[in-house]
Nanobody, 117 residues
Framework: VQLQASGGGLVQAGGSLRLSCRASRSIYSRNTMGWYRQAPGKQRELVADTTNGGSTNYADFVKGRFTISRDNAKNTVYLQMNSLKPEDTAVYYC????????????WGQGTLVTVSS
């Protein structure tokens, strides 16, 4: 499975960006697609994920600001990011995995989001 992410860039605080990530194929009948991020000097952390059954999960620090969605027919996941803050600056990575385990992960190349104050 190859993941191609796009949509990062530079935005001012309070602005919005939309990330997209398309998987080349889906190999798990029950799967989770999501976004993680890694800021300089910090560990990679979950931002949000969603299953192909429609369940969603958000990190507390993005609740109310970010919305994850997916198009199962296109094997594509989106992350709408509103009210961006400078602390949201990070490389955002797309993830695809089997829904029943945290193993069997596939990762995209990462897209940089920079929020200026």
């Amino acid at each position: 499975v190859q993941l191609q992410a796009s949509g990062g860039g530079l935005v001012q605080a309070g602005g919005s960006l939309r990330l997209s990530c398309r998987a080349s194929r889906s190999i798990y009948s029950r799967n989770t697609m999501g976004w993680y991020r890694q800021a300089p000097g910090k560990q990679r952390e979950l931002v949000a994920d969603t299953t192909n059954g429609g369940s969603t999960n958000y990190a507390d620090f993005v609740k109310g600001r970010f919305t994850i969605s997916r198009d199962n027919a296109k094997n594509t996941v989106y992350l709408q990011m509103n009210s961006l803050k400078p602390e949201d600056t990070a490389v955002y990575y797309c993830n695809y995995r089997a829904a029943w385990t945290n193993a069997y992960n596939y990762w995209g190349q990462g897209t940089l989001v920079t929020v200026s104050s």
